[in-house]
């Protein structure tokens, strides 16, 4: 077989800070949105959760709530285990560990006068024990959480406030650790605004009349925060690269329909969008008619368009887990962040999410041909149980098969021209889930002694995969058996 992927290829793997670290409130940290989420549990799996719109009252509650289960406040408890989890990581091999930034850790209000000296410490003390292994961290800048204060004081990414305090985490983050970081990414999935708009937004239900008009007015304050975030990036760390995060839906039409394909241009714009602006630095003509039909008016001021052409990112970071089917018929079935019509020629995990490896092949090459950047596939990964055995052995077969399969196809889409940076599955280690706070749904190489409940020894555990892994990165993508 050709040599596929390239001798500096970024093998390594991905998490974020709120579905791992635990420590809440601990050492300086401030409230987060994501503290306010609640363990949903299986009955509601191949249900979209994560834009379960928050009131003010629904936040209130939660914050002094002493009953209800809180998982994204425990993690796994990286915070004080971090040691322990990159040595494994450097023990399978990575070139890599994608993690996240917790912005209350650093500005516990997100708008303080000084930064959390302590949570500067602990990233500090992170990215010196990756570096000691010769792990490269890529930061996600903000991950599926946002400073609760602003939430409740300016509603969020809604206010054009936010972009300064968001670029002064990010400036601090870059001056602190600009000799440490090299690669940096700045929203995670930014393209889920719509879905996140409390969790990612910190925007509240109360008393907004057009949720979706209000959720592209914060999209456009997110794309304005990057684009700036991007430009001190580049002047604090010239050696460094950034890029922007989107969760990629490639969307097959149901039929040759032209109606049905036509479907699928239009999903491809809805997706692309915010590609289009982070790459190309400019609004795409297409959304006009969006807008219009849907009563969006955005305020973009003075000078916004000149931020957005001159903040153009690095390169093109995804998460990829399924492909959908978009079409006349009503079939549904599950899927990460939409529900999707069911594709009769693939199989689906236990919570409904279809798996496609050549999918992963087709939207990279479709990526590849629109915007001529380089991609990073910053997530992909199976959501499964795993069974202990009695002799604490994790058979996880089913886990490196997906993985494999997609891995494979990475490895095509590199022969046929597409530039790839690397690959960092979701959860290489076990997390709370983003979308139903589960433990139970386990991606990772690592196995974590907890449990749905929060109870749990919290022991780490090689499962199969581990060993599997290790073998694809010591040969660097050549062996896959
Ligand atoms: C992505 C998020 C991750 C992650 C993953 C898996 O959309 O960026 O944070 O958790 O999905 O989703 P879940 O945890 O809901 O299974």
């Known amino acids: 077989m050709n040599k596929r992927f390239p001798d500096n290829f970024l093998w390594g793997g991905a998490t974020a800070a709120n579905q791992l670290e635990g420590a809440f ?24 959760l994560l834009g379960e719109p928050m009131t003010r009252d629904q936040v209130e509650f939660a914050m002094k ?223 006009d008619s969006f807008f219009e039909e849907n009563g969006v008016v955005i305020d973009v001021q003075e000078g916004d368009r000149d931020i957005l052409r001159e903040g153009t990112v690095d390169f093109l970071s995804f998460s990829y887990y399924m492909s959908m089917v978009v079409g006349e018929s009503k079939g549904e079935t599950g899927g990460n962040l939409f529900g999707s019509i069911k594709n009769p020629y693939l199989k689906a995990s236990d919570w409904g999410w279809q798996i496609d490896p050549v999918g992963l092949r087709i939207t990279m090459k479709k990526m590849y041909q629109r915007y001529q950047v380089p991609l990073f596939i910053v997530e992909n990964g199976l959501g499964a149980e795993d069974v202990v055995t009695e002799d604490k052995r994790i058979h996880d077969a089913y886990r490196i098969d997906y993985l494999r399969d997609h891995i494979e196809q990475i490895g095509l889409a590199i022969q046929e021209g597409v530039e790839v940076m690397g690959y960092t599955p979701w959860g290489c280690i076990d997390l709370v889930s983003a979308s139903t706070s589960e433990m139970s749904k386990r991606y990772g190489f690592i196995y974590v002694d907890l449990d749905d409940d929060g109870k749990g020894t919290l022991e780490r555990i090689r499962k199969d995969s581990f060993y599997w892994y290790q073998k694809v990165i010591a040969t660097n993508g050549e062996e896959l058996a």
């Open 65 to 287: 709530d002493k009953k209800g289960h809180y998982p994204k406040r425990h993690g796994i408890d990286f915070y004080h285990r971090y040691k322990e989890d990159i040595t494994l990581m450097a023990e399978m091999g990575f070139k890599t560990f994608r993690l996240s930034i917790s912005w209350p850790r650093i500005f516990p209000n997100g708008n303080d006068q000084e930064p959390n000296e302590a949570g500067l410490a602990f990233y500090d003390a992170v990215f010196d024990e990756c570096l000691k292994h010769g792990i490269e961290p890529l930061v996600t800048i903000s991950h599926y959480e946002f400073p609760l204060h602003l939430a409740l004081t300016q509603n969020g990414w809604l206010s054009r406030d936010t972009i300064d305090h968001f670029v002064r985490y990010a400036e601090t983050l870059f001056n602190r650790y600009k000799d440490k970081v090299k690669y940096w990414l700045t929203f995670n999935e930014i393209n889920i605004i719509g879905m996140t708009g409390y969790l990612s937004g910190g925007i509240l239900a109360d008393g907004i009349d057009n949720m979706l008009a209000a959720q592209y007015q914060a999209g456009h304050h997110q794309f304005l925060a990057s684009a700036l975030t991007v430009k001190k990036c580049h002047e604090i760390i010239p050696d460094a690269k950034i890029g922007c995060m989107l969760a990629r839906m490639e969307a097959y039409p149901e039929t040759c329909n032209p109606q049905d394909v036509l479907a699928s241009v239009k999903a491809d714009e809805m997706n692309f969008f915010y590609t289009d602006v982070q790459i190309r630095g400019e609004y795409p003509a297409y959304m």
């Open 25 to 48: 409130l601990e050492d300086g940290k401030g409230w987060s949105t994501a503290d306010t989420a609640l363990y949903i549990g299986k009955e509601a799996r191949t249900q979209m």
